[in-house]
């Protein structure tokens, strides 16, 4: 039998089991019998552990400090014990204070230090960089990050936090530069935004624009119930809710196991694939059974076929678009969603009363800039200037005339006209609506629509109707929709204004009717003026031209009147 290997342990209390599992009674004092030293111990193949060279380092450094302890008092091994718990704390803080000098207490610090706003060589040394080196140098966006709360904090407590010397204006112009550059915007479009939303409003509106909406879905009750089509979507794996407390027919969609655009019940046509802010328009609209309605610009048909199943079928819908090709999907659509009382037609909507008039309702979806669908198109961002927005607003302008002549003021149960737009921008809103106020004898009234911001009555230096107060404005950030816009027009003659100009003579000619007998009895002024210039004319012309002018004037009169 190989034999016993001898082990040193530390004294104390130690015990040493069998493979039985009882307890061997050996003295460990016997073991340091013959020589009483440990140092020499021979393994199971008597090689012997003394030999140095099959230590490893740190295993030699141990058995020449293990004697040297030996020999220490208690007393000393508990001072030097001392020593070394304070080294380690020493170097602990050490530690900590590296640590804290990192770039987390180096952040902290900048937050909490008063912003300063970087100079004029610091913003074109960043320009330089990375203009030259876009790859090597891209702005740092934690740093533009910072720099922006710094300065939302100084503007929204200017007289207070700002630095001496610095305008307002240049801490507005460091901001719109910084946004610019951490949201994408072109500096265009920023300064527009910046007009429209208070500081801390914007910030929110820009941050919704990088999530995109929920998708929602609009039940066709054409063919189905919300209740059913929402019991017939869970049990396909699709998790949903009721859109709202304001619509009776809209799901708002979670996530689901399948395609929404590919169920059966999609296929079957029981229901739409349609944003929330597209809903409105329709019901400010409030089409009733039996009236012929104008959708004017209705491409894909999402708004058509909603009048449709609020009409239940009944009277006409003229679905119009000026896109042949956008047509398609509305034809598609329609046969898709059971609509039977639509008549489709590819005209230009600015020439529309040439063609067909004498509607009850008229929607118009008018074609815009898109500033408020920016999570659906992100090239919004960057692509637009001031000459698209005046282009569209253009357009808008005559498209609104065309609307509001198409309608029959007559009606006995409209005579409406709700204008709408997907764009936020001010020039393509109430600037529009207030040009078809001046032109056009229709008013606003209420959309019927109980929640929403009121549009501007006042913007920059620019002062619209009062009763622009009663349209609403839907935004991304507060109401987790699309931007939109929407008026509600009531027209109250079918008579074409005339222009300003050529209703001052007649105000004038009025006037002189309320005063006093006396007066009345003498000519108008104004008539004694133009009898004179009429006399005169008929001296210096010759006959054949005075016969002429007295002709047109005939034909002229019934005009006028």
Sequence with gaps: APAKAKKTQPKGNHVELSSDGEVEEESWEMEEEEDGSS??????????????????????????????????????????????????????????????????????LDIDEQFKLPTSEEIEKEDILFILFPPAEPPDLHIIH???????????????????????????????????????????????????FPLPELVNFLEANEVPRPVTIRTNTLKTRRRDLAQALINRGVNLDPLGKWSKTGLVIYDSTVPIGATPEYLAGHYMLQGASSLLPVMALAPQENERILDMCCAPGGKTSYIAQLMKNTGMILANDSSAERLRSVVGNLHRLGVTNAVVSNCDGRQFPKVLGGFDRVLLDAPCSGTGVISKDPAVKTNKDEKDILRCAHLQKELILSAIDSVN??????????????????????WVVDYALKKRNVRLVSTGLDFGKEGFTRFKDRRFHPSLKSTRRFYPHTHNMDGFFIAKLKKFSNAIPQAQNDEGPAVEAAAPSAVPDPIAMEPPPKKKKLEGSKADK????????????????????????
């Design 39 to 108: 140092e020499e111990m021979v393994d199971d193949y008597g090689a012997s552990s003394s030999e140095e060279e099959e230590l490893l380092p740190i295993e030699k450094a141990a058995l020449k400090q293990k004697p040297d302890r030996e020999g220490l008092s208690e007393d000393d091994s508990e001072e030097e014990e001392e020593e070394e718990e304070e080294a380690e704390e020493a170097s602990k803080q050490k530690m900590g204070q590296k640590e804290e000098e990192g770039p987390d207490l180096q952040l902290n």
């Design 146 to 196: 910072q720099r922006i709360q710094g300065n939302m904090e100084v503007l929204q407590d200017f007289g207070v936090k700002r630095e001496e010397g610095r305008s307002r204006q240049e801490y507005l112009a460091v901001l719109r530069r910084d946004m610019a550059a951490y949201y994408s915007y072109s500096d265009f479009l920023l300064t527009k935004l910046m007009d429209i």
């Design 409 to 430: 003021a007559a009606s006995e149960t409209g005579g409406y006209i709700v204008y709408c737009t997907c764009s936020i921008m001010v020039e393509e809103n109430e």
């Design 538 to 561: 008929e001296q210096k012309l010759p006959q054949p031209a005075l016969k002429k002018k007295r002709s047109l004037q005939v034909q002229r009169r019934p005009l006028k009147a």
